[in-house]
């Protein structure tokens, strides 16, 4: 594996544009755009202040930067380096801002979430949608960028709004069966709607197009509830995680339960590899950390850390939440990586870390997952086994957060205040 040099960045703002090509980057208040194969700087922009989030368009030719204390957005063009936009909130604020699909629309939350406003960079025509909800994820684009499905609180009641993202009218309006709805994400064909309620009731519900009740789910009662729901990429599945640590997955035809993934502290299954990360001396190139489709004998790996393979049945570490602490932890298997088989819907692997688990994330291209934790390595886990990276760098670049190139290799690694490229150099085929 080969690494980058390291450059700096600021917020954990760094992103591919989403052709591959470009990779952009936010220090303070200057927005940088690299090549992404030679990391040559392309453009250097200056901002009005510092910058709180940064996003590109979905045709790599713009980039949004917004800054929230000072209630503006700052877009720049790419191929028109003397092109800008500016647009000033005002009194009003600033608390959200983002793209609409066709990359021409941008779409600026107020404060106090009083209302939503979208501007046209072709037209400069403005629209404003009152009264969206302040929830974990109030608003979903299908994917296909025709429809927009916004949560809306009014008279203490949830509602959904569906509009039609060409000229932004209202395709929709209807009343949901939550007490508290705390989010919304359309399907992957853009045929169903899933809404959400508050962890503090169990309820998810399917929504057509039009605004009919598919289905109701509700797994148990007078407990704390949802937790996060995800799509399959096929839309045939829908998986819920719940705050009783266990995954359930409901099918897209009659939308029953048809597994449930559960997470015991002990593992008896024969079957499930667990892996165990020991931190102790190895010498570079050690035979144990061979893994098919990664280069190994680089002088950069990590001779501190190791994953040894341990025979079931295992006990994995459980660490209970203080009740008696203000805002305990209720994550108690934090240093946990769960890998399930989903064509089988069994178990295949668990990962125990030594630190707590940052971020992880998968290769786009196959099945191989990146994971940090907060120190100077990296994890990569695929089902030939599982591999420890020290990251190279003075002073120890402690990984953050990480994501993959849209189109796999180089995996980009976040510090915070530095970012490098992890380069794998492998030919590695879809799977």
């Given at each position: 594996?080969?690494?980058?040099?390291?450059f700096?960045?600021?917020?954990?703002?760094?992103?591919?544009?989403?052709?591959?090509i470009?990779l952009?980057?936010?220090?303070?208040?200057?927005?940088?755009?690299?090549?992404?194969?030679?990391?040559?700087?392309?453009?250097?922009?200056?901002?009005?202040?510092?910058?709180?989030?940064?996003?590109w368009?979905?045709?790599?030719?713009f980039?949004?930067?917004?800054?929230?204390?000072?209630?503006?957005?700052?877009?720049?063009?790419?191929?028109?380096?003397?092109?800008?936009?500016?647009?000033?909130?005002?009194?009003?604020?600033?608390?959200?801002?983002?793209?609409?699909?066709?990359?021409?629309?941008?779409l600026?939350?107020?404060?106090?979430?009083?209302?939503?406003?979208?501007?046209?960079?072709?037209?400069?025509?403005?629209?404003?949608?009152?009264?969206?909800?302040?929830?974990?994820?109030?608003?979903?684009?299908?994917?296909?960028?025709?429809?927009?499905a916004?949560?809306?609180?009014?008279?203490?009641?949830?509602y959904?709004?569906?509009?039609?993202?060409?000229?932004?009218?209202?395709?929709r309006?209807?009343e949901?069966?939550?007490?508290?709805?705390?989010?919304?994400?359309?399907?992957p064909?853009?045929?169903?709607?899933?809404?959400?309620?508050?962890?503090?009731?169990?309820?998810?519900l399917?929504?057509?197009l039009?605004g009919?009740?598919l289905?109701?789910?509700?797994?148990?009662?007078?407990?704390?509830?949802?937790?996060?729901?995800?799509?399959?990429?096929?839309?045939?599945?829908?998986?819920?995680?719940?705050?009783?640590?266990?995954?359930?997955?409901?099918?897209?035809?009659?939308?029953?339960?048809?597994?449930?993934?559960?997470?015991?502290?002990?593992?008896?299954?024969?079957k499930?590899?667990?892996y165990?990360?020991?931190?102790?001396?190895?010498?570079?190139?050690?035979?144990?950390?061979?893994?098919?489709?990664?280069?190994?004998?680089?002088?950069?790996?990590?001779?501190?850390?190791?994953?040894?393979?341990?025979?079931?049945?295992?006990?994995?570490?459980?660490?209970?939440?203080?009740?008696?602490?203000?805002?305990?932890?209720?994550?108690?298997?934090?240093?946990?990586?769960?890998?399930?088989?989903?064509?089988?819907?069994?178990?295949?692997a668990?990962?125990?870390?030594t630190?707590?688990?940052?971020c992880?994330?998968w290769?786009?291209?196959?099945?191989?997952?990146?994971?940090?934790?907060?120190?100077?390595?990296?994890?990569?886990?695929?089902?030939?086994?599982?591999?420890?990276?020290?990251?190279?760098?003075?002073?120890?670049?402690q990984?953050?957060?990480?994501?993959w190139?849209?189109?796999?290799?180089?995996?980009?690694?976040?510090?915070?205040?530095?970012?490098?490229?992890?380069?794998?150099?492998?030919d590695?085929?879809?799977?």
């Open positions: 594996m080969n690494f980058s040099e390291v700096k960045q600021s917020n954990q703002l760094c992103k591919v544009s989403p052709d591959g470009y952009a980057t936010c220090v303070q208040y200057r927005l940088v755009v690299r090549d992404v194969n030679t990391l040559q700087i392309l453009q250097l922009y200056t901002c009005l202040d510092q910058i709180s989030h940064m996003e368009s979905s045709d790599s030719q980039i949004l930067c917004a800054m929230y204390k000072r209630g503006l957005v700052q877009v720049w063009s790419i191929d028109q380096p003397d092109w800008h936009c500016k647009i000033d909130e005002g009194s009003i604020g600033l608390v959200a801002s983002r793209w609409s699909p066709d990359g021409r629309h941008i600026n939350t107020t404060e106090f979430h009083l209302r939503i406003t979208v501007w046209s960079l072709c037209t400069k025509a403005v629209s404003y949608i009152k009264n969206p909800k302040a929830c974990f994820k109030g608003i979903d684009f299908s994917r296909d960028g025709c429809y927009m916004l949560a809306e609180r009014r008279d203490c009641k949830d959904v709004c569906v509009f039609v993202c060409d000229d932004w009218h209202l395709l309006h209807f949901t069966e939550t007490q508290d709805l705390a989010g919304l994400q359309w399907s064909n853009g045929c169903v709607l899933a809404v959400w309620d508050s962890c503090l009731e169990y309820k998810v399917l929504y057509s039009d009919r009740l289905s109701t789910y509700s797994a148990y009662e007078w407990l704390l509830g949802v937790k996060c729901v995800a799509w399959s990429p096929s839309s045939q599945f829908l998986a819920i995680g719940s705050f009783d640590e266990k995954v359930r997955v409901l099918n897209h035809i009659t939308w029953k339960k048809i597994a449930q993934f559960e997470h015991p502290a002990t593992i008896n299954n024969s499930v590899v667990v165990r990360e020991v931190e102790k001396k190895s010498a570079p190139g050690n035979e144990e950390l061979s893994l098919d489709n990664i280069t190994l004998g680089s002088p950069v790996l990590s001779s501190h850390s190791k994953y040894e393979i341990h025979p079931t049945p295992v006990q994995l570490p459980v660490v209970r939440p203080d009740p008696d602490r203000a805002n305990p932890k209720i994550d108690n298997m934090a240093s946990v990586i769960w890998v399930w088989d989903v064509q089988k819907m069994s178990l295949e668990v990962l125990e870390q630190s707590p688990v940052r992880f994330q290769d786009p291209r196959c099945s191989r997952l990146a994971i940090c934790t907060g120190n100077t390595k990296v994890y990569l886990w695929t089902p030939a086994g599982c591999l420890s990276v020290q990251v190279p760098g003075d002073g120890g670049f990984v953050q957060s990480l994501t190139h849209c189109h796999g290799d180089p995996l980009i690694l976040l510090g915070k205040e530095e970012l490098c490229l992890c380069y794998t150099n492998t590695t085929e879809d799977k």
